[in-house]
């Protein structure tokens, strides 16, 4: 089976820097997803990591590590609209069809 | 035009009654899931189907039933509702079974009481 640890609550400023931590125990996964959930509306996708090293799209970027079964989400330049809650997944190998979340990390950004 | 449609939006019933949540994609793609979010925001997959067929079930109790008609829809009947039924059911595509970017409906807010 897969889990997938990431903090409950991270709490920052407009404009700083925000790192959530995911950790995750997978007997073989794809990949890191990231995910993105405003309250009461739907999950969306924010990015992908299939290899390890850093991937950037705009303020937000997500790295990985499989050596050390870590990623993480980087908000950068924080905006009141990134309140939201931010979820790791993954794609097992060992469980096709299955993407599997993380319990999900509450961003507030305060003014 | 809306990629994953899921209706209704809000379903309030009675314990014991019986009720189907309805999900369709128009983005062409071959697989479709089901995920409870509960209170807590913890999204659990239930189902995951493939061109019409299913290839995940996660121990889902089988009061739960989804169906495909197609690999456009897939719904989700729901008999003998129970108090802890209660939760936001989403419907999700994507363009195969692995890594590939999730696309997810808006959510049903089913309460029961």
């Known amino acids: 089976g897969q889990s997938l640890e990431q903090p409950s609550e991270v709490t920052a400023v407009e404009g700083a820097i925000v790192q959530i931590n995911c950790t995750y125990q997978?007997?073989?996964?794809?990949?890191l997803s990231w995910y993105q959930q405003h309250d009461g509306g739907a999950p969306t996708f924010l990015s992908y990591?299939?290899?390890?090293g850093l991937e950037e799209t705009g303020r937000f970027s997500s790295f990985l590590s499989r050596s050390d079964s870590y990623g993480y989400l980087l908000l950068q330049e924080l905006q009141m609209k990134d309140s939201a809650s931010y979820f790791c997944a993954v794609w097992a190998t060992d469980s096709w069809g299955k993407l599997q979340f993380g319990a999900g990390t509450q961003v507030v950004v305060t003014p | 035009d809306t990629a994953v449609s899921q209706t209704p939006k809000y379903l309030v019933t009675q314990m014991g009654n019986d009720k189907s949540i309805k999900c369709e994609q128009n983005?062409?793609?071959?697989?479709m899931y089901w995920y409870k979010q509960d209170s807590k925001k913890f999204l659990k997959i239930m189902f995951s189907?493939?061109?019409?067929?299913?290839?995940i079930n996660e121990t889902v109790p089988n009061r739960f039933s989804p169906k495909s008609p197609d690999k456009a829809h897939l719904n989700l009947h729901i008999n003998s509702l129970e108090l802890g039924d209660s939760a936001v059911y989403f419907c999700?595509?994507?363009?195969?079974?692995?890594?590939?970017?999730?696309?997810f409906g808006q959510g049903t807010r089913l309460t029961v009481v």
């Open positions: 189907y493939n061109n019409k067929e299913l290839i």
């Open positions: 999700a595509s994507s363009q195969d079974s692995g890594p590939s970017e999730a696309f």
């Open positions: 990591n299939a290899l390890d």
């Open positions: 997978t007997s073989g996964f794809y990949g």
């Open positions: 983005l062409g793609h071959d697989t």
